[in-house]
């Protein structure tokens, strides 16, 4: 037994920026400075109740990236000076953000300990490396992202701190072999265990999922398979399920090796930043060598957004909940009794609200934000949800979950494939376009103009808002750009009153509505770490059967025009073109 003692440092406020759902997100620089990372740990534990904090079980662990190895020392210190009973640590320091949840909401320890909330640490999509992005995260006992009330107070405390705890005499522990380790301080013992990473998590996914119709499909000769984990913390489960579990070939896995700089590349899973994946289903500019698999999928750094692809084909993130809602009693055992309800981030296209109308659905439409779900899921309103932004997931934890939601396009595609296997594949294609011709299709692209300087991009959105105060000036701008494009009849910033907790959520986007269904949506994402990024959402609901077919770009380009000249985008931010389109 390993003895420690308690110091109190003596600090300063840090830079006082708020932490949303998604955390603090800052360079790697910032957070290396004397104290910084400390203030943020200590803050979090003030603005905790005692009960959660003192005797409490705490998960440590991220998705590997640079500077998470210091990280997780400097709070599990912090921890045990703090009053924590115990903390658990991924192997490697590795948990993706899913299974951060799952952990916290399945796993029970050998004494019979449960935790009541993590640390996760990673700045989720966003680049790694000592010049590069980190980030912090606190979940709680629902092994949900903190809600508002606690990220508030947390950016209080960092405005007023003047000291914190730690056991600075703690050594080191070895995160890299599983074990306990015991030490023992002035209130009593403390432990650490390192634990798999990937154990608790794949015994949720098979409660969930009919693995063996999943492994049928992957052991058919006409079905190929590629999953690319950007060299994230998806790596350190992939092998474990695709490969062990299911039997896919390990030359199916690219890139599945976690690094702290993600192998120099943006784990970011669209079809700008995942290059490899994308030029192997036969999306990138040239023709591949080799005949595209029939299915493929990418993950982003922390594992919990997800991209789908069939062969030379596109699976919008939006068209893809929708899918999945639609196929899910069918297809998934674990909603075989039905699903309570489904939602969407406001941004993400209306096909969800059609499959929710058809099936008589609930359905809620809610900012973007993990935590908004969470409250439907605790409530027992909601199953299935879904952003845009490449996040996709239920109510089996309160995250988003990018290997769940592959793991549901492969019992999909097993389920269509079930009598069919000696013969013509039903193809991720096949799945899209019978769903059109079913629900109707929504055009829908993403524009995202990145660090774009933060005075420039809030006097843009601030424009935005006063010309809705003339919705008359407002189509005279449109008809002016293209007279082919259907009149606004309703703009607004919208608000959102939780079902849930009656919270009101305001300023949470600029909506521009068209009389033919049509959406232009302008926000501002939180999710950088420096500089500000406008993301521009244009979307076109077709019922037509014989307009569903078209080039995504060729029926949604008279409405990126009128967005474009309507927003002053470019005289605004000066950017004549966005950095990723999607």
């Avoid at 979090?44 to 020392?73: M, P």
């Amino acid at each position: 037994m390993v003895l420690f003692n308690v110091s109190r440092v003596d600090t300063t406020p840090f830079d006082g920026q708020k932490p949303g759902t998604s955390g603090l997100r800052k360079k790697v620089k910032v957070f290396v400075q004397p104290h910084y990372l400390h203030n943020f740990v200590q803050s979090t534990f003030n603005a905790l109740t005692v009960e959660k904090v003192r005797g409490a079980t705490l998960v440590v662990s991220g998705d590997g990236r640079y500077f998470s190895k210091e990280a997780i020392q400097i709070i599990t210190k912090m921890s045990a000076a703090n009053g924590v009973r115990r903390v658990w640590i991924g192997q490697n320091g590795l948990l993706s953000t899913p299974a951060v949840s799952a952990v916290i909401r399945e796993r029970v320890g050998a004494d019979g300990s449960r935790a009541t909330g993590a640390f996760i640490l990673t700045a989720s999509h966003n680049p790694g490396g000592p010049h590069e992005d980190f980030g912090i995260k606190y979940n709680m006992e629902n092994g949900g992202p903190a809600p508002e009330g606690i990220t508030n107070k947390i950016y209080e405390y960092t405005t007023t701190i003047k000291e914190y705890l730690i056991a600075e005499d703690l050594p080191d522990v070895d995160i890299t072999t599983t074990g306990v380790t015991n030490f023992t301080g002035p209130e009593g013992p403390f432990d650490v265990e390192v634990f798999d990473s990937a154990s608790d998590y794949i015994k949720l996914m098979k409660s969930i999922f009919d693995f063996e119709s999943i492994r049928k499909l992957l052991s058919s000769p006409k079905f190929t398979f590629c999953y690319d984990a950007l060299h994230g913390v998806a790596g350190a489960y992939a092998k474990s399920i695709f490969v062990d579990e299911l039997g896919a070939q390990e030359s199916s896995l690219l890139n599945c090796t976690p690094k702290e700089d993600f192998g120099g590349g943006h784990p970011d899973p669209n079809l700008t930043y995942a290059k490899e994946l994308v030029a192997r289903l036969g999306l990138g500019k040239s023709e591949p060598q080799d005949e595209p698999p029939e299915f493929g999928a990418a993950a982003d750094g922390d594992a919990d957004r997800n991209m789908i692809l069939g062969k030379r084909f596109f699976v919008t993130p939006s068209d893809s909940v929708a899918i999945i809602a639609a196929n899910a009693v069918e297809a998934i055992p674990y909603f075989s009794a039905g699903l309570k309800g489904v939602a969407r981030s406001m941004p993400t296209s209306a096909a969800l609200d059609v499959v929710a109308k058809h099936l008589n659905l609930k359905f809620f439409e809610v900012p973007t934000g993990w935590k908004f779900f969470g409250n439907l899921m605790d409530a027992g309103l909601c199953s299935v949800c879904g952003e845009e932004s490449f996040g996709t997931g239920s109510d089996h934890i309160r995250e988003k979950d990018g290997i769940w939601a592959v793991l549901a396009w492969l019992s999909i595609l097993a389920y269509k494939n079930k009598d069919k296997l000696e013969d013509k594949l039903v193809t991720v294609e096949d799945i899209v376009r019978q769903h059109w011709a079913t629900y109707g299709r929504h055009y829908y692209t993403r524009y995202d103009y990145e660090n774009v300087d933060a005075g420039a991009a809030k006097e843009l959105m601030a424009y935005l808002v006063k010309l809705q105060s003339s919705l008359s000036e407002v189509n005279q701008i449109v008809k002016g750009v293209r007279s082919d494009v259907s009149n606004v009849v309703h703009a607004d910033e919208f608000e959102y009153k939780d079902p849930v907790d009656s919270s009101i959520s305001s300023h949470q986007g600029i909506r521009y509505l068209f009389e033919d269904g049509s959406r232009l949506i302008f926000r501002l994402s939180g999710t950088g770490s420096e500089g500000a990024t406008i993301r521009l959402y244009i979307e076109q609901y077709e019922k037509d059967p014989s307009k569903i077919g078209r080039l995504s770009n060729e029926a949604l380009g008279p409405l990126v025009e009128v967005a474009l000249k309507l927003s002053k985008m470019e005289e605004f931010t000066g950017r004549s073109a966005p950095t990723v389109i999607t």
